[in-house]
């Protein structure tokens, strides 16, 4: 069992999202360990790209902050080794996929071993040209996370069962952002999935409010929240980590109950 699988090990799980970087990268370190402290299962890590074609304006935003602010690739191994010094809580790479491409896939996920990095989620990198990746992320222990948006029953399957880790289910078709209500049939894909394989499955994109926490957590294995959390960033700055705390720990309660 990974580490990231022993994340869902205790109920329901939370998994929260911070953009590397924003606005530095003492202050995501900070950030990333309140979440922590707020009862967080998961942390995602975004590695700032400027063309990050999945992401809606509160997190493109955030790229730009933290690419203006000298955020770079080696900075973000660091904080990942900073954070893992003081917690064992899995922890996650986003990013895409021209960032690991120039920095070689063997040397790249070798520095993530190195680090304590437990997974990696790479949205632009299609299913039928993972195996490269994969073979690289897995020989050193490194998940490679694969996304499962609102699509045909077969395809669902063929990405879960090569699955690992855990499966990030898309809730809406689009970018990130907050959703005032989520439509998308989530549990006839968390049966399909139930199916095939016996990884957990989270849900995200869209989801902010405790009531949405709750209602995705009855369907799913785990909420993941993102762009909620990166905004209160954006209204604070380097001020931001009691209402970090406080946002991180109510939706963790309305997760678990």
Sequence with gaps: MSNIEKAFQNGKAFIGFVTG??????KTKDFALEMIRAGADLVEIGIPFSDPIAEGPVIQEANIRALAAGTTVEKLFGLVKDIRRQSAVPLVFLTYLNPVFHYGYDAFFERCGKAGLDG????DL?????????????????DL?????????????????????YI???SSMGVTGVRGKITTDLASIVTTLRSVTSL??????????????AEMARIADGVIVGSAIVKIIAEHGEAAGPDIYRY??????????
């Design 120 to 123: 990696i989620i790479i949205p």
């Design 21 to 26: 970087g924003d606005p530095d990268i003492e």
């Design 126 to 142: 299609p299913f039928e040209e993972q195996a490269e990746v994969r073979e690289a992320a897995s020989k050193y222990g490194v």
């Design 168 to 170: 990030y289910i898309v």
């Design 248 to 257: 991180v720990k109510e939706m963790k309660e309305a997760v678990r109950r």
């Design 145 to 165: 996370i694969s996304l499962i948006a609102p699509t045909s029953e077969e395809r669902i399957k063929k990405i879960a069962q090569t699955a690992s880790g």
């Design 200 to 213: 957990p499955a989270a849900v995200g994109f869209g989801i902010h409010t405790p009531a949405q926490a």
